[in-house]
């Protein structure tokens, strides 16, 4: 069984960075994609990024030049690096697989983006 454990959120200000990290356990990891999806309060979770297992990525509009999506499949991690933040950026962050049905979701981590 698959689990998920997102972390590294946290209250910046518009214009911070931030480093997100998604700790995957068992053995599927280094063979599937894994995305980073948000979830703003009253909307629905979108995928903002993703990465497959041989490291092409993919960005939603609206992030693309300021997050960067990376994997170590080594250490079964996934990072998306956050920078530029904005206000609208602000949303609980989760981790999971693309293209195919999800996993059981982790708690997600918080990121909130405010002056």
């Known amino acids: 069984q698959v689990q998920l454990v997102e972390s590294g959120g946290g209250l910046v200000q518009p214009g911070g960075s931030l480093r997100l990290s998604c700790a995957v356990s068992g053995s599927v990891f280094s063979i599937h994609p894994i995305g980073w999806y948000r979830q703003a309060p009253g909307k629905q979770r979108e995928l903002v990024a993703h990465?497959?297992?041989?490291?092409?990525?993919n960005y939603t509009d609206s992030v693309k030049g300021r997050f960067t999506i990376s994997r170590d499949n080594g250490k079964k991690m996934v990072y998306l690096q956050m920078n530029s933040l904005k206000p609208e950026d602000t949303a609980v962050y989760y981790c999971?697989?693309?293209?195919?049905?999800?996993?059981?979701w982790g708690q997600g981590t918080q990121v909130t983006v405010s002056s």
């Open positions: 990465i497959t297992s041989d490291g092409i990525t």
């Open positions: 999971n697989t693309v293209f195919r049905a999800p996993w059981a």
